[in-house]
């Protein structure tokens, strides 16, 4: 074999020139991921609703991509799950089903209810099902530090920033972490509520169907006293305005019966960066999205962002998978150049041409 190579330095080059070749167009098609490629026969459908409460997601957003989901060819099984700020539907098929044309038609079927969202949802992100054990849900976090309270932060971030972060190609998802939403504590005055003949859960459910007030539902009941999450306080005026009782003729609004007290939710993370309390803001990405493309977006866009915010905030890039994925490569770029200039210097002392 080596003897051929050395009689034939010609074709010994073309095959080398033909390996190299090979080896660039390679690289150069490489699908950048964190998780391997499982084909699996599923679907999850993500759809954010920042700053809404699990019922309200479950109620407008929820049961509608259910019922759509259910309409595709080959459903074998439907389960959801709604939690605050987001709903997740996922679609398990027969094994006999093409999932590429699954994914299609599962588009078709939820045009109607992409139209239909409540103002302020994001899209339903139709995805390839992950396990869990290969999900990741810190590819890239940005932390947010500013002079304003953390509430206050996040309150303006949920606002201003998220739907401009949900924009960038190739990101699934997005949500806060650190500060708490605003809430509102509702007590009843029973006095009146007897004086005019209106029972407590009449009230309840009119606060459980107010879907014009930006996701705002009722998250805790203890008799009398409601806790209500909200989205921003200008949902506060709304709230108390609505109109949650009729009797005798006569409608009523929420603060003809209630005393309404601004509040604070219990913080669920507290993030700290630099010895500061700061906002914390989780992104995922697209399943099949690449990795490094991704990143290099976000980061594009951040400082666009930054500088279009009427605040004072300042952004600070804390984890970033596509990063490091971005680093293996340049080091993989550099071993392998290494190692090419080695064999061509080889190659060539055996074939004695200098």
Not at 13 to 20: D, E, G, N, P, Q
Not at 126 to 137: C, I, K, L, S, Y
Not at 234 to 257: K, N, P, Q
Not at 266 to 279: C, I, L, S, T
């Amino acid at each position: 074999m080596t003897r051929f190579f050395v009689r034939h330095p010609v074709s010994t080059w073309m095959l080398f020139a033909a390996f190299v070749v090979l080896g660039i167009y390679s690289y150069s098609h490489l699908s950048v991921e964190a998780i391997p490629d499982v084909s699996l026969p599923r679907l999850s459908i993500v759809t954010s609703w920042n700053g809404a409460s699990p019922q309200a997601i479950q109620r407008s957003i929820t049961l509608p991509i259910e019922e759509a989901a259910r309409q595709v060819h080959g459903v074998e099984s439907v389960v959801s799950r709604s939690r605050s700020g987001q709903s997740v539907v996922e679609v398990e098929f027969r094994r006999n089903v093409d999932i590429d044309f699954a994914r299609l038609e599962m588009n078709e079927q939820l045009g109607a209810v992409r139209r239909d969202l409540p103002q302020g949802a994001g899209q339903p992100q139709v995805q390839a099902f992950v396990p869990e054990e290969f999900q990741t849900e810190q590819f890239f976090t940005v932390n947010l530090e500013s002079p304003l309270s953390t509430n206050e932060l996040r309150e303006r971030a949920e606002i201003w920033v998220l739907p401009r972060i949900l924009a960038v190609e190739g990101v699934a998802d997005a949500r806060i972490q650190g500060g708490a939403r605003p809430l509102l504590k509702v007590e009843l005055d029973r006095r009146l509520l007897d004086l005019y003949g209106i029972e407590a859960d009449q009230i309840f459910q009119a606060l459980e169907q107010l879907d014009d007030l930006s996701g705002a539902g009722v998250i805790a009941r203890s008799g009398l006293e409601f806790t209500v999450s909200l989205r921003s306080p200008v949902d506060r005026l709304g709230l108390e305005r609505a109109v949650v009782a009729r009797s005798g003729g006569r409608t009523f609004r929420l603060d003809e019966l209630a005393e309404v007290t601004s509040s604070f939710e219990d913080p669920q993370y507290f993030v700290r960066a630099n010895g500061k309390n700061v906002v914390q803001v989780a992104v995922e990405k697209r399943s099949g999205a690449n990795s490094v493309s991704v990143s290099q977006s976000l980061r594009r866009e951040l400082p666009r962002i930054e500088a279009d915010l009427p605040f004072e905030v300042s952004f600070y890039v804390d984890t970033d998978e596509g990063r490091d994925l971005e680093e293996k490569l340049k080091d993989l770029r550099k071993r392998s150049a290494r190692i090419l200039a080695l064999l061509f210097i080889l190659l060539a002392l055996s074939l004695r041409e200098f």
